[in-house]
């Protein structure tokens, strides 16, 4: 028996609707029904002349179509709150870009809307639809790297200075929700220090580094930063077994699993003398470059929110992953304003 299409539209049509539009139209579960922005020139251009996706600048008029079952909302993240309230009202399933929402506090409202309808509520964290964190993740979760011990993630570059947040807004929701997403189910963050720095007078933070402890004693560490020169996207996660490491500039050499590290000798008693000249032993095993597959991660992320709907089973970036996001994030800026104080996470990310 065929499955229907799910009728979808999308709201937002600047520079990153486009991107949703195509692989919604892509994707045979889903039949793109409107595209939705206060621009509406900006909203036919993308559709085309030819399109039969109708083109509105009222996003009652999407809603209060039967046959629209699902909404993605690609609208700035201010506006995540009040858009994606509406749907959920009206009764549709929602897929909101990253982030979640503006607070946790409006993250909050969401969740807890979809939950009351039964729907589902999904948050693009795209990253985690990339082959290479799809990888990742399986070596985090089936052991091969053994017991977690460092996470250190750097994304720099000459970037865009934001009007209206600070680097740790703009970037590291990208590294958090990774985290979020591989760190194996027995490890959490449990707290968050942040330092940052505004060397050019803009305001805001432009470079910041964040310290997470996760549950297990592991250490992650985030480097965002505006100003760099040079773009560097290096994820190293070291553990017991093996150590990853994800160069995302490098298309050649994207992720390699090192067989190499140290590792300490297990003698149950141990002088002092044998202490210094034992303890210390280093590996030098195989570099392996796993396979990875090519396909564009918002596919895979469109046919996820096809697959939750249909089965009413949380998407693997469902709502809850986008609030966890966003505790993290909002207890960083806690911590920026603090001087890098530790602020302990709330139980939804440590739970
Ligand atoms: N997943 C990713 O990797 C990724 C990448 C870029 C942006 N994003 C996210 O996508 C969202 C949009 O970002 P962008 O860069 O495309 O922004 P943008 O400013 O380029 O586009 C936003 C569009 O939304 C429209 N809009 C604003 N309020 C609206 C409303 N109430 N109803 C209908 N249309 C409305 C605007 O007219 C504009 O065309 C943000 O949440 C951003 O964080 C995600």
Redesign the pocket.
């Given at each position: 028996m065929t499955v229907p299409p799910i009728g979808v539209a999308v709201?937002?049509?600047?520079?990153?609707?486009p991107n949703l539009v195509r692989n919604f139209q892509n994707n045979g579960g889903f039949q793109l029904r409107w595209l939705?922005?206060?621009?509406e020139s900006?909203a036919r251009r993308v559709v085309g002349p030819y399109s039969t996706v109708r083109v509105t600048t009222e996003?009652a008029e999407v809603l209060a179509d039967p046959e629209v079952g699902a909404v993605a909302v690609?609208?700035?993240?201010g506006?995540?709150l009040p858009?994606a309230l509406a749907a959920l009202q009206a009764g549709k399933h929602v897929v909101v870009?990253?982030?979640l929402a503006a607070t946790y506090a409006e993250g909050l409202e969401l969740v807890s809307e979809a939950d009351r309808r039964g729907l589902t509520l999904m948050c693009?964290h795209?990253f985690c639809y990339t082959p290479v964190v799809t990888r990742i993740r399986e070596l985090l979760h089936h052991g091969e790297v053994g017991e977690l011990q460092y996470v250190d993630s750097v994304r720099i570059n000459l970037g865009l200075v934001q009007r209206d947040i600070d680097v740790v807004w703009d970037l590291a929701p990208h590294d958090l929700s990774i985290l979020d997403h591989v760190l194996p189910p027995h490890v959490r963050p449990v707290s968050v220090s942040a330092v940052g720095t505004d060397p050019i007078g803009a305001g805001r933070s432009c470079i910041a580094y964040l310290t997470l402890t996760l549950s297990n004693g592991a250490i992650a560490h985030v480097h965002v930063n505006w100003l760099s020169p040079i773009k560097v996207r290096t994820t190293i996660i070291g553990g017991s077994r093996r150590t990853l490491v994800w160069d995302d500039v490098n298309p050649m050499l994207r992720l390699s699993v090192f067989d190499r590290g140290v590792d300490i000798a297990t003698k149950d008693k141990l002088d002092e003398q044998e202490r210094r000249d034992l303890l210390i032993s280093y590996r030098s095993g195989d570099m392996i470059a796993p396979a990875l597959g090519e396909r564009e991660a918002l596919a895979a992320m469109v046919e996820e929110f096809g697959r939750a709907i249909r089965t009413g089973t949380p998407a693997l970036t469902d709502g809850r992953a986008g609030l966890r996001v966003l505790a993290i994030l909002e207890a960083a800026s806690q911590s920026l304003d603090k001087g890098g104080l530790t602020i302990p996470l709330p139980e939804t990310v440590t739970g």
């Open positions: 709201i937002g049509a600047g520079y990153w609707g939705c922005d206060l621009d900006r996003l690609a609208t700035p993240a506006t995540h858009v870009e990253k982030p693009d795209t």
